[in-house]
């Protein structure tokens, strides 16, 4: 290779020149190729994914002391409220959709682009102007009504900087909505020749169920969202009883989204999951189409289910006990997948890489969190662990014992195709194991002290409590650990790693079909596809041509 010619590729496993090729700053902010927005995203979310981090680190050592003093009550409530605003919506909710799904989609459908590039490139700049609202909102004193907002503290009564949180959070929704609109449009018309329906990966179905959701649910918060600002600038009685309003009708409007949004958490890493059982089992997804459609059963029958966040809110009892049916109705479809992922390990040669452990970590970890979920959308168990730590515990074990296992699965499954370079792999498994204990010791203990009436949202409490609380912040720094050594060694390889090749794990999906990292264009030639989605029947090697089965 002649060293003093940079610019010429004498390699010819490389058709053309990499997406990573041009390193100008100008040419990185003003880019429309997908591949390049998903890892402007990518970046983000692990910036607002740290600040949210330490948020939370602060508080957990806060709580070691039952009347801790470290931080004041008000210090307190900011801190969880950046907490949880920064986790849910600018950390979860695009992680796997906007980062990993905006490189990954176009590929897996053999397509050079999104429907609409620009408007990609807009979503992230609406992302990242909303992140900044949020952040500016913490530097002039923070917030501290909760992620949640209730009114009318809210709107009325709060004297924190309310208005510019929100307007942080309404503007980041816009960013949602449009990447939703770009992957529905996209996965509708923008498939290879041959990709059916029925053909389309499982990554490819939940991210399309996902978008639905994002598409239909979050014009919801918006209007939420404004409707408290105007009833906090004008007066004007919407949701405060004293001004005439309904508080109970924010609660209603706000989970109208919110519970269709765990959705936008949690699909998409079931998307992931399930690409990672085919792989690592070598075998197709157990019940395909059944895992397709439960996706999109989820996304349908999700937004049925609100009111199981306000059995005590006054609703009348016979509401309640609506929803909490149809809150066991939609736990179905969740339990089709788990089954289906947990046969498909049946008579599987699984080989454990450590996407794979984060896959099989999703599993239990969703499965706890999951399972909880139907003790709380039973009514009268539910009046008992409302607002305690039990419900924190069940959250966060869907959303960061499933969700965030999931990403860190996908993330590590496509670093070598994002990249082109392979991660170390004994440092990963070794991450994945860490972050599993990690996480197990500090959300267990949140169930049994919940059940026994810790309330959330307190820093101050009873010292009957504090044994849980210090094996939940030992279990923190575990957890900790568990996530920083990913950040440390992924960095590490993008200078040191191995070079990758282009289907390091030799699996199906048309993005190990091009070279790691992918061309500008993707491919040179439009790929056709011939058949389902898992073949790994009779040989795992890829195939040399764009073709996923011959
Ligand atoms: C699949 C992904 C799921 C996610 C991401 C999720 C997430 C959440 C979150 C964030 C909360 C707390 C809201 C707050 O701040 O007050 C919550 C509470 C709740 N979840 Fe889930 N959940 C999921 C599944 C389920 C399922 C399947 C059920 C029932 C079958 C369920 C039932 C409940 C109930 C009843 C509450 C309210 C508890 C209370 O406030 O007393 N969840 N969930
Ligand atoms: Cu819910």
Do not use: C
Not at 79 to 102: D, R, Y
Not at 239 to 263: K, T
């Amino acid at each position: 290779m002649n060293e003093l010619a940079p610019a010429t590729h004498t390699h010819t496993s490389a058709p053309a020149e990499s997406y990573l090729d041009e390193h100008t700053v100008r040419s990185w902010l003003l880019t429309t190729d997908h591949k390049r927005i998903g890892v402007l995203y990518l970046i983000s979310i692990v910036f607002y994914f740290l600040v949210a981090a330490v948020a939370v680190g602060i508080m957990r050592i806060e709580l070691l002391h039952p009347h801790g003093t470290l931080l004041l009550n008000e210090t307190y409530n900011k801190l969880f409220t950046l907490h949880g605003v920064l986790m849910v919506w600018f950390f979860l909710i695009p992680s796997i959709p906007s980062a990993l799904g905006n490189f990954i989609i176009p590929i897996m459908i053999g397509a050079r682009d999104v429907a609409f590039p620009k408007l990609n490139l807009l979503s992230w700049y609406l992302f990242m102007i909303g992140g900044g609202f949020v952040l500016y909102s913490i530097m002039i004193g923070g917030v501290d009504t909760g992620w949640t907002f209730y009114t009318p503290f809210s709107s009325t009564y709060s004297n924190t900087h309310v208005l510019t949180m929100v307007f942080g959070v309404f503007i980041a929704g816009f960013s949602s909505i449009l990447t939703g609109l770009n992957f529905i449009i996209t996965i509708h018309k923008m498939r290879a020749p041959g990709m059916r329906w029925f053909r389309m990966p499982l990554f490819l179905w939940s991210l399309y169920s996902t978008s639905i959701i994002l598409v239909l649910a979050t014009p919801v918060l918006a209007i939420t969202l404004l409707l408290m600002a105007v009833e906090r600038v004008w007066g004007i009685g919407i949701f405060d009883p004293r001004l005439g309003g309904d508080p109970i009708l924010f609660q209603h409007l706000f989970w109208f989204y919110s519970h269709p949004a765990v959705y936008i958490m949690v699909l998409p890493s079931m998307g992931v999951v399930s690409e990672l059982m085919a792989a690592f089992t070598r075998k197709e997804v157990f019940g395909y189409e059944w895992v397709a459609g439960a996706s999109v059963a989820i996304a349908v029958v999700g937004f049925l289910v609100w009111g199981h966040h306000m059995f005590v809110s006054s609703q009348s009892i016979y509401a309640g006990m609506v929803f909490s049916i149809l809150s066991f109705i939609v736990a179905v479809p969740s339990g089709i997948k788990v089954f289906n992922w947990t046969a498909t390990l049946y008579q599987g040669s699984i080989s454990f890489e450590t996407p794979m452990i984060y896959a099989l970590g999703f599993i239990g970890l969703f499965a706890i969190g999951g399972l909880t979920g139907l003790f709380l959308a039973a009514l009268a168990v539910d009046v008992h662990v409302t607002d305690t730590y039990f419900v924190v515990a069940h959250f966060h074990y869907i959303m960061v014992g499933g969700a965030v296992m999931g990403f860190m699965g996908g993330l590590h499954y496509w670093w070598p195709k994002i990249t082109g370079r392979l991660y170390p792999e004994a440092f990963g498994r070794l991450a994945a194991i860490v972050t599993f204990i990690g996480f197990n010791f500090t959300f267990f203990p949140q169930f049994v002290m919940g059940y026994l009436g810790m309330p959330r949202r307190y820093h101050n409490y009873a010292p009957e409590f504090q044994v849980y609380h210090v094996l939940s912040t030992a279990g923190a720094s575990i957890l900790g650990i568990g996530y920083l050594l990913p950040v440390i060694y992924l960095l590490w390889s993008l200078r040191y790693g191995k070079k990758a090749p282009a289907n390091p794990w030799h699996a199906t999906g048309l993005e190990w079909q091009t070279t790691s990292p992918p061309p500008k264009h993707n491919f040179d030639e439009t790929p056709v596809v011939t058949g389902p989605p898992y073949d790994y029947t009779e040989d795992f090697e890829p195939k040399p041509s764009g073709v996923l089965h011959a």
